[in-house]
Each structure stands twice: as structure tokens, then as C-alpha cells.
């Protein structure tokens, strides 16, 4: 039972604190990005740029899914556009992003990071993992094995949001239940004291 306790307790602060859960979680990729871009180039300001553009916005990945995603999938895009080589940093911000908007951001922004994910996961499958010299077959391999990927962790964050979205609306539904209850049975309680509350969803709400 204590430990039951202890979860809800946790369950409910980090649904009240969103933010600062994500900062906190946020931290140790963001400081991973960096130092990763400075291992393959510490000479390139863009690349620690690149990494800080990947890595920061993910503080803000469900507060505002859509802004976040949105930067990440430019530095993504930037990335694979003008930077030759894969930095070890993009590894963990790209695939936490199209999570994040898949789970958390409207259809069609989510819609939209499944396509971005998928052309850019693609892209840099044939660019950066390829070997130079590798067969056309071979590239399209890795291509698509990167794409899968992507699309993978888009579906797995698509399916987390879609329960989100019905234990939101379960909740609300026995929300609006309890009220329509509690407002029947203390009217009820004016014509007789007595008169038991209704049970609603399996609890039973006590009259105020």
C-alpha cells in the first residue's frame, strides 16, 4: 500500500510539473549532444550549435510539442544538409522528438513529423551510414532500415498518445458524472436526509 502511495504521489507531481520533469531529463542529452559534437569537430561552432538546436528544445517537448519538434526537425534537416559527417549527438534528440510529437502534439503535427522522420531518417541512413563506395543496393538498405526505424518510434509514440487521449476522456467523462451526482444527490438530501448517494464508476462519492 506504501509503495502504491509513493507512485501516485510521483504520478501526480510529475503530472503537475511537466516542465521540470523534462528539463531534468532533458539535462544530461543536452550536456551528451554537446560533448559529442565537440569530440568530432571542436574547431566548427555550427556543430555545437546543431547539437544545442537537436538536444534544448526537448525541455519543452510536451509543453509545447509543436515549437519543439518543429526546431529539432530543422536542426535535423540542417544536419543532414550541411554538416559531412553524423554526429553521435543526434542519436538520442531526433528519435526522442518524433516520439514527443507523435504522443503529444495534434494530428497534423504529428502526421507531419511521421513524413519528416521518415524522409529524413532516409536521407542520413544513404548519406552518413553508407560506406563510401557502397553499392546503390546497399545504400537503399541503410536508407530504409533508418526510415523503419524512425517511423517505429513514431508509431510507439502515436499509440502512448492515443491512450492518453482516452484515459483524458474517461476522466473527464466520470468528472462530469461525479458533478451531475453530487448536484442529484444533495438535492435529493433536501427531501430526505437519508437518501444514499449514487455509485458512479465503481466509487462511491460521498454527499457534501
Request: with cysteine.
Amino acid at each position: 500500500m506504501q509503495t502504491t502511495s509513493l507512485v501516485e504521489r510521483w504520478n501526480r507531481w510529475s503530472r503537475a510539473h511537466v516542465g521540470t520533469v523534462d528539463a531534468v531529463l532533458a539535462g544530461p542529452i543536452v550536456l551528451f549532444a554537446v560533448a559529442a559534437a565537440l569530440a568530432v569537430d571542436e574547431s566548427s561552432p555550427a556543430v555545437v550549435v546543431v547539437a544545442l538546436a537537436l538536444s534544448v528544445p526537448l525541455v519543452w517537448r510536451r509543453v509545447y510539442p509543436v515549437a519543439a519538434g518543429g526546431i529539432v526537425a530543422v536542426a535535423s534537416y540542417a544536419h543532414l544538409a550541411f554538416l559531412p559527417e553524423l554526429g553521435p549527438g543526434t542519436a538520442i534528440p531526433v528519435p526522442v522528438a518524433v516520439y514527443s510529437l507523435a504522443a503529444y502534439a495534434p494530428r497534423w503535427a504529428a502526421n507531419a513529423a511521421l513524413v519528416a522522420a521518415v524522409v529524413g531518417g532516409a536521407g542520413a541512413g544513404a548519406r552518413y551510414l553508407s560506406p563510401p563506395g557502397s553499392r546503390p543496393l546497399d545504400v537503399a538498405v541503410m536508407a530504409v532500415l533508418v526510415a523503419v526505424f524512425l517511423g517505429g518510434i513514431w508509431a510507439f509514440g502515436r499509440v502512448r498518445g492515443l491512450r492518453l487521449r482516452e484515459v483524458a476522456d474517461r476522466s473527464g467523462v466520470q468528472v462530469r458524472t461525479r458533478s451531475s451526482s453530487g448536484f442529484r444527490c444533495r438535492a435529493g438530501g433536501r427531501r430526505a436526509a437519508t437518501s444514499p448517494c449514487p455509485t458512479v464508476s465503481a466509487q462511491t462519492w460521498l454527499c457534501f
